[in-house]
């Protein structure tokens, strides 16, 4: 007496006997990096911000449910619904979450992708993880302090860094210049 196989079981079977189908069948990441230098992984030499830690169920409580769902739960805005994707003015785009600057205005352009785009973060505030979402491995970037998800950065940019980091709108926040950046989100 054998063992029938359903269309589903086989299918499993299948997708789980592949390097990048195991990884995405358990949903493994590769692990969080320490805080990224701009355009690579290496830790940032020195912090002027401590890493905030807070158990999700916090996050839930002081976030919109569509914000929590792209930071926490990695999530994707649907393209060109954010306002940010149209922002023209200087200053500084913040972590929705816990209020660190991550990029400024000079490094934002226009990747006609319907996400805001950056050619290249502040210094030391994104941490970067494999992620295998879509079988093959993209390069996930977070907040270095809160850990919250922002997009993922891919190697079609513009000059000088040739890379374009496509972030959640909701996932940011935006200060223009002249106004005073928002105190870091603090432990309750």
């Known amino acids: 007496m054998g063992t029938q196989w359903t269309r589903r079981a086989w299918l499993r079977a299948m997708v789980a006997t592949t390097a ?6 358990v ?6 990096a320490a805080p990224a230098q701009a355009g690579g992984s290496a830790p940032a030499r020195s912090l002027d911000w401590r890493p905030l830690s807070l158990p999700h169920e ?24 954010s306002a940010l994707n149209d922002e023209k003015r200087a200053g500084t785009y913040v972590c929705a979450a816990c209020s660190l600057p991550l990029f400024t205005s000079e490094a934002k352009f226009d990747s006609g992708t319907g996400w805001p785009s950056f050619y290249q973060p502040i210094e030391g505030r994104l941490g970067t993880s494999t992620d295998f979402k879509l079988i093959l491995p993209r390069t996930e970037y977070h907040c270095a302090r809160c850990g919250g ?11 000088p860094t040739g890379l374009r980091y ?23």
């Open 20 to 25: 990048f189908g195991a990884a995405w069948w």
């Open 27 to 32: 949903g493994a990441r590769g692990p969080r």
């Open 58 to 81: 916090e996050w839930k409580k002081l976030l919109s449910a569509r914000a929590y769902t792209v930071l926490f739960e990695e999530g994707t805005e649907r393209p060109f619904t």
């Open 149 to 159: 998800h922002q997009g993922h950065v891919f190697d079609d940019g513009p000059k």
């Open 166 to 188: 496509c972030n959640n709108g909701v996932a940011l926040e935006f200060v223009p210049e002249g106004e005073t950046l928002p105190p870091l989100r603090q432990i309750p």
